[in-house]
């Protein structure tokens, strides 16, 4: 079956660093997306990364290792505007996969 | 470039009417997804379109859900007749597959629909 796990909610304080995890285990794997969303709001992404290793983008890093259906998105220096729900995305195998979400972790910075 | 389209943003009906929900894809783009979002089960694929094409409707709830992509720049999913547990928001999302591409999703603002 098609599951991918990542916590319900987290709090964090302005300023600091907060990692948010994500498991999965997908019937194929073509890549994994990081996507955020704002209350009300469209998903809009991240980040995306298809080999193991660390993808750095500006305060945001993805991390992914595939021998262990693992992923984990950094934020760093967060500010008040990164309150907003985060989602873990599995892109299915085969050139056509659609991408398989998780329910979200829900991020609250808090000065 | 204008982003994807969706309409109407909010609607409201009673169980029992037929419910049309639409989308404008991203010009160029030859995927198009509709997903539904609600509280317990976060974002879920309903069906998706590959040129027009439907590819995949496994996660189309039922006979009451259908979806239509009659040309490369217009999609509706239409629900007849609408139940209360058809309660959330309908997102369309369009991208462009060519190899080596990320193949990301872009998404429309949402239709949230409230069943009473």
């Known amino acids: 079956g098609q599951n991918i796990d990542q916590p319900t909610e987290m709090t964090a304080t302005e300023g600091a660093i907060v990692q948010i995890n994500c498991t999965y285990q997908t019937s194929g794997f073509n890549g994994l997306f990081w996507y955020q969303q704002h209350a009300g709001e469209a998903p809009t992404f991240l980040s995306y990364?298809?080999?193991?290793g660390l993808e750095e983008k500006g305060r945001f890093s993805s991390f992914l290792s595939r021998s262990k259906g693992y992923s984990y998105l950094l934020l760093k220096e967060l500010q008040m505007k990164d309150s907003a729900s985060y989602l873990c995305?599995?892109?299915?195998?085969?050139?056509?996969?659609?991408?398989?979400f998780g329910k979200g972790t829900k991020l609250s910075v808090k000065p | 470039d204008a982003g994807v389209i969706q309409s109407p943003r909010h609607e409201v009906t009673e169980m029992g009417q037929e419910v049309t929900l639409r989308c404008k894809p991203i010009?160029?783009?030859?995927?198009l997804f509709w997903y539904r979002q609600t509280m317990m089960r976060g974002l879920e694929l309903l069906i998706y379109?590959?040129?027009?094409?439907?590819?995949?409707d496994s996660g189309m709830p039922e006979d009451r859900f259908s979806a239509k992509m009659p040309n490369a720049s217009f999609s509706t999913l239409k629900i007849q007749p609408s139940e209360p547990r058809d309660s959330a928001v309908y997102f369309c999302a369009s991208s462009l597959r060519v190899q080596g591409d990320t193949g990301e999703l872009f998404f429309g603002e949402g239709s949230r629909l409230t069943v009473l």
């Open positions: 990364n298809v080999l193991d």
């Open positions: 995305a599995v892109k299915e195998g085969g050139s056509q996969g659609n991408l398989i």
């Open positions: 010009s160029g783009h030859d995927y």
């Open positions: 379109f590959n040129n027009n094409v439907p590819i995949d």
